[in-house]
């Protein structure tokens, strides 16, 4: 019965144990690099690669009805794509050929009717179920593995709503369904000459529903940092029915539920549209690479840009290691990668102001490349901001999660955390953090690893760092020890940025994998049960995405948060 749904007409083919589509594949030079860093990080010759059929899934639980049968899926390719997403874990675990679970059905609803029968459905049938947008997540938000009395597990793929519905010119708004990929909705603007411009780095897999429900950040470094800044309403089918915000500038009208829904990661329903605030695609744009003798200096003059109220748009600090390992540094210097956008004037005098203020703090730059970074619609083939240090840095940032795909099979750990914290408490933080993830992969592998740290955003009260470690992770192909591995480490993650008084996750979202020595503890309790009311109000099964944010005591013990289970 299955083969009867390989006709639904789905997207472009995903890599199922990695990142990017299938046909996809690194250059020669990108293989070279990457073999250095195998060599020195300790890793071996990679695996054999998983096919489809190496991975044994359970015959499918349930039966949806007739009227919803020609939507569902339970071909191997739609249960396995959408058992996981795509955190360091998930690979190992698909590398293992072993999934915890596989979703019994993969709905892929073309409206909101057949949303609200899936849920329906659902509800008689005592299912749980998952939203799905492109499945990016890298903390465990929708695995399909859920404890507790649920007669079986249903995906819901919101592919198909895609489309950018209406356009408000004179607000400078737009209504975009919640499946639209980042691709789909910036090519549906920009026809009008608009755009979202909401970059994050899994842009072209995400979609506008998940980076609602996820509180996702993006292309801004300052001022827009998180999708929040562009919602103006949201419209969420829950168990319980329809719940669509008032579309307004602003509201002083008691709590926001946009707020309830924003980060509310599947929990309470599907997000199937929203008012987006958009923008005049930019015109004008001024950027500098400029490098510091360390981190003390770096963090200073970021600091003083972040409190002038200049509002760059990239404002990403790369401490010495991570521009090393990047190919932009020398393994001394800070390296801050510094630009400005704008839709309406010319930006000399920010650019200028902000060159003085690192100054002061003892950066330096290429003056000639600052003043040729400096372009306008009259120039239109000047494109500075994406040559040199900075360019190439933009360019890794992009490739860099098709990298596991060649690290991982040879047995080297690679994985990131980012978090925030006040500017007064960062310098114990990152040296705090940076001891604990190193004595915890050495707790583990029995070597040093390496951790390294960017500045992915940053507010006049503090920054937003972004951690990334490199660790041996087996030198014999053994996936699941490495599993075992990274789950000691992550813990450790976990458990620092929130004892140094930082957030467990600044853009990524909880899951599950931030829950344990992270989130549960981050979170007060009375606001947990707050939620928890909220959420038997619009779940009353509490069928939506189990074990994220809270656990669902009505349907037995959740997991709740097991790492590597």
Request: overall charge negative; aromatic content about 8%.
């Amino acid at each position: 019965m299955a083969d009867a749904f390989d006709t639904l007409g789905h997207r472009r083919a995903l890599r199922f144990w990695g990142w990017g589509y299938a046909d996809e594949h690194l250059g020669t030079a990108e293989e070279a690099r990457l073999a250095d860093l195998v060599t020195l990080v300790g890793g071996g010759a990679a695996i054999a690669l998983p096919r489809l059929n190496d991975v044994s899934l359970a015959p499918s639980r349930g039966s949806p009805p007739d009227a919803l049968r020609a939507i569902c899926s339970a071909t191997p390719y739609d249960r396995i794509t959408h058992a996981l997403g795509k955190s360091l874990a998930d690979s190992l675990r698909l590398l293992q050929r072993a999934l915890p679970a596989a979703p019994d059905w993969v709905a892929f609803p073309r409206d909101e009717a057949q949303i609200e029968a899936l849920l329906d459905w659902a509800g008689s049938a005592r299912a749980a179920v998952i939203p799905f947008g492109g499945g990016t997540s890298v903390c465990g938000g929708v695995e399909a593995d859920v404890s507790g009395d649920y007669s079986c597990v249903l995906v819901i793929d919101l592919q198909y709503l895609n489309r950018v519905l209406e356009i408000d010119h004179s607000s400078r708004a737009a209504l975009i369904e919640g499946g639209a990929l980042g691709p789909e909705l910036e090519a549906a603007l920009k026809p009008a000459g608009l755009t979202l411009r909401h970059f994050p780095q899994s842009f072209q897999f995400s979609t506008l529903g998940g980076w609602v429900a996820t509180r996702a950040g993006g292309h801004y470094a300052t001022q827009y940092t998180h999708i929040d800044d562009f919602v103006e309403s949201i419209r969420m089918l829950t168990p319980s029915g329809v719940l669509e915000t008032r579309r307004l500038p602003g509201s002083g009208a008691g709590p926001s539920p946009d707020r309830l829904l924003m980060g509310s990661e599947g929990t309470l329903g599907l997000i199937t549209r929203a008012w987006m605030r958009v923008q005049e695609r930019p015109r004008f744009r001024a950027s500098a690479s400029v490098r510091f003798p360390g981190m003390a200096q770096a963090c200073s003059a970021v600091r003083a840009i972040s409190q002038a109220a200049l509002f760059p748009s990239n404002c990403r600090l790369l401490d010495p290691a991570e521009a090393l390992l990047n190919g932009v540094g020398d393994g001394v210097s800070a390296l801050l990668v510094l630009a400005f956008e704008s839709a309406d004037h010319p930006l000399d005098a920010w650019l200028a102001r902000a060159l003085e203020l690192v100054a002061d703090h003892g950066g330096s730059w290429d003056t000639e490349a600052a003043q040729r970074s400096l372009r306008g619609a009259e120039k239109p083939a000047v494109a500075e901001h994406r040559q040199g240090a900075a360019g190439a840095w933009r360019d890794q940032f992009l490739r860099a999660p098709y990298y596991r795909n060649y690290l991982t099979p040879r047995g080297v750990m690679v994985d990131t955390f980012e978090t925030a914290i006040t500017w007064d408490r960062f310098e114990a933080f990152y040296a705090g953090v940076r001891d604990a993830l190193g004595r915890a992969i050495r707790e583990v592998t029995g070597v040093d690893g390496m951790v390294t740290c960017r500045f992915t955003h940053v507010y006049p009260d503090g920054p937003a760092p972004y951690f990334s470690f490199y660790a041996h992770g087996t030198d014999c192909g053994d996936m699941q020890a490495m599993l075992g591995r990274w789950q000691h480490i992550k813990l450790a993650a976990n458990a620092a940025v929130t004892s140094l008084g930082g957030t467990v996750t600044h853009h990524h979202a909880v899951g599950r994998d931030h829950r344990p020595g992270g989130y549960d503890e981050q979170s007060p309790p009375l606001f947990r049960a707050a939620f928890a009311g909220a959420r038997a109000a619009l779940d009353p099964q509490g069928m939506m995405n189990p074990g994220v944010l809270i656990d669902t005591p009505q349907r037995g013990a959740v997991a709740g948060g097991v790492l590597g289970k």
